[in-house]
């Protein structure tokens, strides 16, 4: 058999490109795709940390630091990992987005809260206390002994072998220090926004998942409550049918006793 000659088209170059065309309009198509949740993220951060800056800031004391848009993302929202995780196809955004602007919400009414105005005027206005405290650390004494292995003496090589020498020594050691320090357990601005913001999350959670067994187990119990409606019908049905049964015996030994009478008497 003699082998046939093969060719090529040419329909079927541009065929090589395809992959490379098909990746540059996937990437076209995901950034097109998350351009409206970059811009709901963008103006939502913005819109969260104005709420900071008008709310919680200003009951920031004067060592504390300032966070600006981005410190204050990085802090709180973190928008580029949740941009992220939506790229490769994970998450929610719907949900994501209906759960960050209840947050706005709730935590805009909760920082009117006469509680929340308490605990951030305590921050503001909480005063400094010396308080001492047991602090280890280190010091470098000098320290005589014999080296085995120096040769910086005369004699060295002699018995004993090796010289006398001078080692430096880092030794621990305790110090009672006095440091000026707010009340313990009082807790910052920032720290008051993270508690309330983590509180309700955790909340949050904590129902929908209450709210998903809820409805888990309504859902059990309308499956047992069907398969005991269907094991009812059966025995009903199997009742039914054995007197249908016990009522055809009966009439069977009705017409049987009638045909007897008949021909007793013919």
């Known amino acids: 058999m003699v082998e046939q000659p093969v060719s090529v088209v040419a329909s079927e170059l541009p065929a090589a490109i395809a992959p490379e065309a098909a990746k540059a309009a996937a990437k076209r198509t995901e950034g097109a795709s998350l351009k409206a949740e970059r811009a709901f993220y963008k103006r939502f951060v913005e819109q969260y ?20 848009r981005d410190e204050f993302d990085d802090n709180f929202v973190q928008s580029g990992e949740r941009l992220a995780a ?6 929610d955004f719907a949900k994501d987005r209906t759960d960050l602007e209840e947050l706005l919400q709730v935590m805009t ?5 006469p509680e929340t105005l308490a605990r951030l005027n305590q921050y503001k206005n909480a005063f400094k206390k010396p308080v001492r405290s047991q602090v280890e650390r280190f010091r470098t004494e000098s320290r005589r002994g014999w080296d085995s292995l120096s040769t910086s003496c005369e004699g060295w090589y002699e ?12 030794v621990p050691y305790t110090q009672t220090v006095t440091a000026m ?8 601005h920032t720290q008051i926004f993270r508690g309330m913001q983590d509180r309700y999350f955790a909340l949050l959670t904590e129902r929908r998942e209450r709210e998903a067994a809820s ?3 309504k859902r059990a119990d309308i499956a047992e409550g069907q398969i005991i409606g269907w ?9 039914l049918a054995g007197f249908l049964v016990l009522m055809f015996f009966f009439l069977l030994i009705a017409i049987e006793r009638h045909q007897r009478r008949v021909n007793v008497r013919g």
């Open 231 to 239: 094991g009812s019908l059966h025995l009903m049905l199997y009742v």
């Open 181 to 188: 320090a707010l009340p313990e357990g009082l807790l910052s």
């Open 215 to 217: 409805v888990s187990a």
């Open 49 to 68: 940390h104005g709420l900071y800056q008008t709310r919680f800031e200003p009951f920031r004391r004067a060592e504390d630091k300032r966070l600006n």
């Open 109 to 113: 009414q909760a920082s009117t809260l």
């Open 159 to 170: 018995s004993p072998v090796g010289c006398a020498v001078t080692r430096q020594v880092s």
């Open 86 to 91: 939506l790229a490769r196809g994970e998450g």
